[in-house]
């Protein structure tokens, strides 16, 4: 095979992001260029990600990055064998950035475009870190996000359960409002939960048990936020006894549901070690880290994690995919369109 390179956009929620990816021609990857712009301050006062000023901003800073990401590599356009963006799903103004400079690029230096799947980007992220063979099993959960999926090759994801209501990262955020923790909801409530007993208020366990692999995490949201509106003046100790109770109980119903997927993926590729790969932002919680680890000890499976740089939204996974789709031969046309909805 011969080498390609591939620069890849991303800004389908509040990452603005450039990379450039090159597969060598003994199938070595190599990230060349990894570069992210953050929105957190513009949205933190609101308290989530505001769908036009993460929009705006992506428009601002698109183009920046994506000369940025030339310059680290040392490369110029002409040297790309084609431009890769994220073309949904997502917030579709902020899709729509990163999808049109794409455009715009392939179009001038006459390259080809290719309109990713950012959950293709995310199932392939672990590639970026080194050698993982297919099949393996993915977690993917994040703020938009809480899918298992089986990688059985490029292009050839089963998947095995997602949520049927709020995201995990979503959870954690929605909480951490409720309680006054700030955002992102997640790292905040991680520190509150620090010494906080666990065991105090009782919550539900997410469909625990049930067939399947789906997960539901808005059951949980609303009795954290019950048991929060009936106390009266809540106390330090309140807060982290909360916050540890919640993230305990989204801890265990992630494990619990993993625990499920693995024993459907033994079942389909045999017996044997297989890799149970976490991303995603909430792969960052040390609390559901452990409870991932022991859920995949008990079934056999080796849990590993990609680098927290290419776990949360980036641009390295994007130009991954991009170069992976290239390598089949599948490009698209200008006329990709940007997607709010898009099913890996
Ligand atoms: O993957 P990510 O950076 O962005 C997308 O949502 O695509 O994930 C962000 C999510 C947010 O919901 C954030 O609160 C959550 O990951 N998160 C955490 C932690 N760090 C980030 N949740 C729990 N504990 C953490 N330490
Ligand atoms: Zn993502």
């Known amino acids: 095979a011969q080498a390609l390179t591939v620069l890849g956009l991303e800004s389908s929620c509040d990452e603005s992001a450039a990379a450039i990816v090159r597969r060598n021609a003994d199938g070595r990857i190599e990230v060349l260029a990894d570069c992210v712009l953050g929105q957190e301050d513009a949205h933190a ?32 356009l002409d040297d790309m064998d084609a431009i890769a963006a994220t073309s949904g799903p997502g917030l579709v103004g902020g899709v729509m950035a990163a999808l049109m400079t794409a455009k715009g690029l392939a179009l001038g230096a006459g390259k080809p475009l290719i309109a990713v799947n950012h ?9 970026l870190s080194g050698a993982l063979v297919f099949p393996y099993l993915l977690l993917l959960v994040s703020g938009g996000h809480t899918q298992l999926l089986a990688a059985r090759g490029v292009g050839d994801y089963q998947r095995l359960g997602s949520t049927l209501d709020d995201a995990a990262g ?52 609303t009795a954290a936020r019950q048991i929060w509106d009936g106390l009266d003046t809540p106390t330090d100790k309140d807060r982290a006894d909360l916050a540890a109770g919640v993230q305990a109980a989204i801890a265990r119903s992630l494990a619990e549901r993993s625990g ?18 976490v991303a995603g932002g909430v792969a960052a919680n040390t609390a559901v ?42 490009t698209d046309g200008l006329d990709a369109p940007a997607r709010a909805r898009w099913p890996l």
């Open 45 to 76: 006062p609101y308290g989530g990600v505001v769908p036009e000023i993460a929009a705006r901003a992506h428009a601002e800073a698109m183009d920046h990055l994506a000369r940025r990401a030339l310059a680290e590599s040392g490369l110029v």
């Open 119 to 127: 959950l293709e980007g995310h199932a392939l992220s672990p590639r």
């Open 170 to 221: 979503e959870a954690f955020d929605k909480t951490a409002k409720v309680m006054g923790l700030g955002f992102p909801g997640g790292p905040a409530l991680e520190r509150c939960a620090k010494d906080g007993d666990a065991s105090r208020f009782e919550l539900p366990h997410p469909l625990a048990g049930r067939p399947g692999c789906d997960f539901s995490f808005a059951g949980l949201k």
């Open 260 to 277: 499920r997927a693995m024993a459907q993926f033994a079942g389909e590729f045999g017996p044997g070690s297989h890799t149970f790969v």
């Open 289 to 330: 880290r452990t409870a991932l680890e022991a859920e995949a000890a008990e079934h056999g499976f080796t849990l590993s994690a990609p680098p927290m740089k290419w776990c949360t939204d980036n641009a390295a996974m994007i130009a991954l995919a991009g170069v992976e789709r290239l390598a089949r031969g599948d």
